[in-house]
């Protein structure tokens, strides 16, 4: 059935947005932020969407899950390092992440560049997580063409039987925010959007129009 994509809209009316009111520094910002998502029952609240460039000015785009946040070192998450967004970043360390809580109406993008965490940092999130996702990384060639289902699920078994083991391939990165906005939805698409960027060793503030 054809539908008319045109007329799906929704009027924002929950909230407004006041540069005066939010904080000196984005990371404090984002965490008011993440903790009302959270508190909300915001489906996935940590789920960002991942852009990453390949080479030849190619983007991609993935959902992941932030897994640390801290002003010091960024927003964290866990991936192989031979994956299609890990070969990428390989080649280019540029990347961008964008959050979007919808009951909230509210987004965030943020922009950087990206670092691996060390391999002692990965380990400690490796063997934190439950063992079947500690098995699927381990299993995983992920973004390569496997033959099938079955083959994917005898190779998750033959790991089964051997020791659990953090796969050199499989760690963290930290994405360094050099600009962060704060997107909140208004009525009549007068969206109120204020964005924070990194000059001078310090987070300036900006508005800008929707």
């Known amino acids: 059935m054809n539908r008319d994509l045109s007329q799906i809209r929704k009027d924002f009316i929950k909230d407004e947005l006041h540069a005066a009111e939010l904080n000196s520094s984005p990371f404090l910002q984002f965490k008011e932020w993440l903790n009302e998502a959270i508190d909300k029952g915001e489906h996935e609240p940590t789920a960002m969407t991942l ?39 390989e080649e280019n360390k540029n990347a961008a992440v964008n959050f979007f809580w919808a009951g909230m109406e509210r987004q965030v993008r943020i ?65 360094i925010p050099t600009e962060m906005e704060f997107w909140q939805g208004r009525s009549g698409r007068l969206h109120d959007r204020i964005r924070y960027r990194w000059i001078n060793s310090n987070w300036q503030k900006e508005r800008l129009a929707p």
Do not use: H, M
Request: aromatic share 12%; proline share 5%; with cysteine.
């Open 51 to 89: 852009c990453t460039v390949n080479t030849e000015g190619i983007p991609s785009a993935r959902v992941v899950l932030l897994k640390k946040l801290e002003e010091e070192s960024g927003f964290w998450f866990f991936t192989n390092y031979s994956s299609k967004k890990g070969l990428e970043l």
């Open 111 to 175: 922009t950087g560049v990206v670092e691996k965490v060390s391999p002692k940092e990965s380990d400690e999130y490796f063997y934190s997580r439950p063992e079947d996702s500690q098995l699927s990384a381990i299993t995983s060639p992920q973004s390569q063409v496997i033959e099938s289902r079955q083959q994917l699920e005898d190779w998750y078994e033959e790991a089964k039987q051997k020791e659990i083991k953090r796969p050199d391939n499989w760690g963290g990165y930290a994405l």
